[in-house]
């Protein structure tokens, strides 16, 4: 029914019923790294309950999935708090939407500022803490506040360095992945052997991070990509862009293809570009991210209980294979 028809009582009633369903999802899929459904049906009554609150303010609960980042802690894992929140992101589906966040922001913001176009890895956003130049923490996302300590596996895998070409204390941020190669791999291995198969590179990721037996995590060929900091202050670097190089710089692994959109009409090029490539590229992309290059940009315009308002993700249509397949184990 169309949100205009509805009253107040019918619009709770719904977004109720789709809390419980979208919370259940979520369990399956941040918690267990076994989805149920596919993601763009996860995201279509997502966004009706984002169209309810939006029109209905006052029925927005604090356990509504719109309030909500990530799952909970997996049994096992030490927590660690993020004092600097490891947060999710706005998305878009059509240019259209993404002509309007920058009408938006730009409304917001007198200096005129560039964006920063970068894919959006298909992996599970983690964090690593160095002190003094040297590796000492990782975690994961987990509720954005408190995430998993995963530092014995991070320790497994080739692209973290365990020391920063310079003294710096900094937690930097960005995505651990599954390649394309390994995800088919470790697949048809998991077939022969009789063992259920991961849904998708994403969920295989999860599941390879998250292991208390870190042999499992090194055995799986995850790799990262670097993109954020909890604070940039201790780099040289003052816009994202310029930060990404420096992550270089400082040994850590980031992906090449960034590039700084001076127009609206640069970043939908990226977009086309980076949709006609993406099956070719050796890793899973579900869409582009762009991001107010200015670091201080960033910084003042600061985020919501969810997502920085200084970015937004343009989500691709989904992939023409469906890779949740239905008969199917669900176990790790
Ligand atoms: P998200 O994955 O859509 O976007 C936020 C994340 O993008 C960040 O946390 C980061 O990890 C990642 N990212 C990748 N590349 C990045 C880059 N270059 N810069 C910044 N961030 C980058 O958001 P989310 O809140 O983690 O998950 C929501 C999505 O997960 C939904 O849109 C849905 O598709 C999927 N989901 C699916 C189910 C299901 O049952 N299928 C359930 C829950 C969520």
């Not at 369903?21 to 995201?43: C, G």
């Not at 706005?90 to 002509?99: I, R």
């Not at 762009?290 to 315009?301: F, G, T």
């Not at 249509?317 to 184990?329: A, C, F, R």
Request: proline share 6%; with cysteine; glycine share 6%.
């Amino acid at each position: 029914k169309p949100i205009s028809e509805l009253d107040q009582a019918a619009a709770a009633t719904e977004a109720a019923s789709l809390r419980t369903e979208l919370n259940q999802w979520r369990q399956d899929y941040y918690d267990n790294d076994a989805p149920k459904v596919e993601d763009d049906v996860y995201d279509r009554e997502y966004a009706r309950l984002v169209a309810l609150e939006t029109a209905f303010p006052s029925i927005v609960t604090s356990d509504s999935p719109t309030q909500l980042v990530g799952g909970t802690v997996k049994a096992g894992f030490t927590k660690v708090q993020h004092p600097i929140p490891m947060l999710s992101l706005g998305d878009v589906f059509s240019q259209a939407e993404l002509q309007a966040f920058d009408d938006r922001l730009r409304q917001n913001v007198d200096d005129p500022f560039d964006y920063n176009c970068e894919l959006k890895i298909d992996g599970l956003a983690l964090s690593l803490q160095y002190e003094n130049g040297k590796l000492v923490q990782g975690s994961t996302r987990g509720n954005g506040s408190v995430g998993e300590d995963i530092t014995r596996n991070i320790m497994t895998i080739d692209s973290i360095p365990h020391e920063l070409s310079r003294p710096l204390t900094i937690e930097v941020r960005g995505e651990c992945y599954m390649p394309k190669a390994a995800f088919a791999a470790l697949n048809e291995r998991r077939e022969a052997a009789g063992e259920s198969v991961f849904a998708n590179p994403r969920n295989a990721a999860a599941g390879s991070l998250r292991q208390l037996d870190t042999k499992v995590t090194a055995e799986r060929q995850l790799s990262t990509f670097m993109y954020n900091v909890a604070d940039y202050e201790p780099l040289k670097a003052r816009t994202q862009s310029e930060m990404l190089a420096e992550f270089a710089d400082l040994g850590l692994t980031i992906n090449p293809t960034f590039k700084v959109a001076h127009s609206m009409a640069e970043v939908f090029s990226y977009i086309d570009h980076y949709q006609n490539e993406r099956p070719d590229l050796a890793y899973g992309i579900d869409g582009i991210v762009i991001k107010a290059n200015p670091l201080p940009l960033q910084r003042s315009l600061g985020a919501t209980v969810k997502v920085p308002r200084w970015a937004i993700a343009f989500k691709f249509p989904p992939d023409e294979q469906p890779t949740l397949l239905k008969d199917v184990e669900w176990t790790v």
